[in-house]
Each structure stands twice: as C-alpha cells, then as structure tokens.
C-alpha cells in the first residue's frame, strides 16, 4: 500500500510539472457591420414562418360572436358583466349532474374577471380571451348547509360576488339553510380548490365538467346572438 501511495504522489508531481503553458503572441481581429439588408433579411424569415400562425390568431381573436346592446360592467356587489359569466356558467348542459341531482347555482369570484367591462356593440371572441384568459374549469361542489352558509357569509363580507340560480334566494332571505342538506354549486376550479380564501372548500367533493369557463361564455354568447346587460343585484341588503 505504502508503495502504491508513493506512485501515486509521483505521477500526479510529474503531471503537474510537465503541463506547457501556451502564451498567445499574436492576433487579429475582424469587424463584421451589421446592415439595413441583413436586418430585413433576417426579419423577413422570421415573418415568413411567423405568419401563418399571427394570420389564424387575427382570425380567431376578431372573429365576431354576437352583439351587446348595452355595457357590461364589473362592479360590485353583482355587476352585468359578472352576471353575464355565471349566467354562461348555469345556462350550460354540462352545469347539470349526470344522475340528476339538481345545480342550486353558480358563483364566481370577481377576481376571476380580468378587463372592467365589454362597450356596447360587437363582442369578438379575443374580448372574451381579455375577460377570461386563464384556463379555469366549471367545477361542481358538493356541500352540505352548514359549508355554504359560510361561504355566502365569506361572499358578503368580500362585497358580493356574481352570483345565479336558487342560491340567490338564501341570500335574499327567502329560504333557509339545512345544515344536514346537501347543496350542489358551480364554480371555477381555483375557488373550488380553496382559491380567494375558500378553504373551507378543499375537503369538498368535486365533479369535473370538462369545460373552461372561457368557452362557455362564449357559446352562451353565439348561442344568444344579441345580449342585453343584466344588472340584477343578488345582494339586496348590500346594493340597495
């Protein structure tokens, strides 16, 4: 062992000893100028392959899919433009349970809803891309009275949130919680995952339905054609 040590140590001394050093001593440099031509070449390739695909997005995004004969505002405590989400939301097939259980309704946090309005006239689909460009899911929650009276407690203390369906008449006061019944509510998957303080929601059982929010809104609105703002206030002890 000793002998293989020794060996070693002069190897790794005769390595290092012998390494050559190389000391530039001369060299030459050249400069290459950029051009107008070479830029425009360059972009012109870059726009060439770029087209097809910024043609089929300008297509998509101006593509006309109804009128709005007033302005859709986001306002508290409901607002017609929320209203118009969660009337999408609630219209939809998919917003029914496969068994027949029946939807109480559907809510969706004001958060969720990116631009502050949509101006009266044509709506193309790109503005509905502004309103909802994140890729929630329609989720269905299944509560029981005691959850959801807490989460209208958490909406009325946040200044409402849009809101539709017979859900709306427990706010109203026309009709009482059961805390042993069990309550079916729709919703965008962040809030149903615990999103905007929603943790009370997590332990929940949830069905999936497939489908954006973005893209129910927008066949509500093809489906519909000409749509008129709806300013119905769900939280009358907050709003009037």
């Known amino acids: 062992m000793k002998i ?17 050093h190389f000391v530039a001593t001369s060299h030459d ?3 290459y100028k950029i051009t107008s031509n070479n830029q425009k070449d360059t972009l012109s390739e870059i726009e060439k ?3 097809p695909f910024r043609d089929s997005l300008y297509l998509t995004m101006n593509e006309v899919i109804g009128e709005a004969m007033g302005d859709f505002i986001k306002e508290k405590p409901s607002g017609s433009l929320g209203n118009l989400v969660v009337d999408a939301m609630f219209a939809d097939d998919g917003c029914q349970m496969t068994d027949g259980r029946k939807v109480s309704g559907a809510l969706t946090n004001p958060g969720g809803l990116r631009i502050h309005q949509i101006p009266k006239g044509t709506i193309t689909k790109g503005k509905i891309f502004e309103l909802l460009p994140f890729e929630n899911e329609l989720v269905i929650v299944e509560v029981n009275g005691k959850i959801l009276k807490q989460w209208m407690e958490l909406i009325k203390n946040n200044g409402g949130w849009p809101i539709t369906g017979d859900i709306t008449m427990l706010l109203r006061g026309l009709s009482n919680y059961q805390d042993d019944a069990t309550y079916y509510i729709a919703t965008n998957d962040y809030v149903a995952n615990g999103g905007d303080n929603c ?13 954006t929010i973005r893209s129910l809104v927008i066949a ?14 769900s939280f009358p002890q907050l709003g009037e």
Do not use: A, D
């Open 49 to 51: 392959y770029l087209k």
């Open 29 to 31: 440099k050249q400069l």
């Open 4 to 20: 293989f040590n020794r060996f070693l140590l002069l190897s790794l001394l005769i390595l290092t000893s012998c390494k050559t």
């Open 199 to 211: 943790s009370f929601l997590i332990p929940c059982k949830k069905y999936s339905t497939g489908k």
């Open 220 to 233: 509500f609105i093809q489906k519909s054609k000409i749509i008129v703002p709806n300013k119905t206030n």
